[in-house]
């Protein structure tokens, strides 16, 4: 995928780039990718659903928001990369991610939380432990959530036929 | 296998027209594997109509990939059968639209049309014993000669590699590996959700009426997108996602693509071959 190692730059409403960490920002690695899945992971367990639509449009939005590569995404996901890892880990890689992935992740993240259209208490409090962690303050928030929206109307609309690697207007897919 | 065998006779007592569109497939496997691929494809679309018609009744007319699709969020179909389906659906899609299928294609699809078969018929004659037995490749009607033989594995191994890119697409997709134990993971999480949460409320931390959270976020967002700090912005930022999901998209087409011409040249190939051969040049 060409993805790899693209600055893809700041897909959101911009925020200033402060508070630069550890992580780029501009170069997606298996940290960023780790990172994602952690978060993403523990939000759709939050509610307890897990389609394989919403697992889809967590996957595009990896791929074409946060510009991880297919094989970030396969390497991040091996046993011995995630299987060990806490969600109190996640906080923590969080918290030393660099602004803009920090917010690229919240959004994702709210994405997912808005796939279903509902939000369970534990989705709440793993948003706000994640906001905590980057010290987002509510203005910053709301802009991501905004953004989420945007994105889960946009990707769940697409992500049931890239599930299986193509798109709606190839002509596989023309008649459905 | 003989003339009249057939690897599908054990969807007579389950659905008539299935193992109907089934055995036309069959029969077609040689000599019209383009029909093949047709027959195959109705043969999956009756199967999710179906299907559909058991779970979500308001789907039962919409288009062979939604019904796949609202299958599968219901849980209904697995990861795997929704592959097999997913792949037939897209192999007879790309016969209707004059791409040439060669035969090891449609042998493929059909052995995958006979494992799908099984799982489906499990599902609809619940509790019967269902035994589709294995699948045997309908014999062809002449013996290949050493020419086709090596173009017919050339096309195979593309085949792998198509389908091999394929799964690793979705595999990269998808949140949790395929072998991973999904749920155990899911409870993992859950129980440190649970956790945080219990030391989030003993830090006096709130606790989240989620169903009021919710209400009014939905009633923030619904202000904010009117609202000409945010709204402005979210056009551009939705502008901006749709050129790199585009991006992303157009990469996957691109390998479509290449796959589709690859194969289309190997079935030029062969029927080059074929006719050196009727002219007793080979």
Redo the contacts between chains.
Sequence with gaps: ???KHQD??L????VPCENQRTMSATAPDIELATLW?LA???M???D?T????R??A???YA???LGIS??E??QA?A?EVI?SL???DCLGRLSKAPREVGEKIMTGVMMIAYANR?????????A??LASSMKMDSDDF??C???A???AG??GT?A????????D???????? | MSEDRTNFGFLDRCDDRVAHLARQAEHYVHSDPDSCLFKLRLMIETMAKRLVSMSAPDMADA????M??VL??L?TLP?RQ??GM??I???G??A??G?STPTPTAMRRLKDAHRLSGWYARNIKRGSKVEPGSFVPPPAPFEQSKGESKLNREIDELEDRIEG??R??????????ED?D?DG???R??I???A??MI?AAAG?PV????F??LV?AM??EA??EHPS?GS??R???R???A??A???A???R???LYLEERANLVQEMRLFKRRQLRGET
């Design positions: 995928m060409s993805a893809r730059g897909v959101m409403n911009e899945f993403a992971r523990a759709t367990a939050a307890g897990l389609g394989t639509a697992q889809a967590a996957g595009l791929q074409a928001i297919e094989e995404c396969e996901k046993e299987s806490t969600l109190l509902s939000m369970h208490p534990l989705e709440v409090r793993w706000s432990m709301q802009r959530c905004v953004n929206r945007v994105m946009m990707l697409h049931a036929s890239e599930v299986t690697g193509e798109s207007s190839d002509e596989a897919g023309a008649d459905s | 288009d062979l990939s939604s796949l699709g599968e969020r849980g990861r929704a592959d997913h792949a659906r897209r192999d899609n790309a209707v639209h791409n890119q394929r690793r697409t979705r595999e990269a997709l998808m949140l949790f590996r991973e999904t993971v899911r409870k999480y859950r440190e959700l649970k945080l949460d989030a931390e989240i009426d989620a169903e959270v919710a976020m923030d967002l904010l997108f945010f912005d979210s551009e930022a939705r901006n996602a749709e790199q999901l991006e992303v998209k990469e996957l087409e390998n479509e693509h």
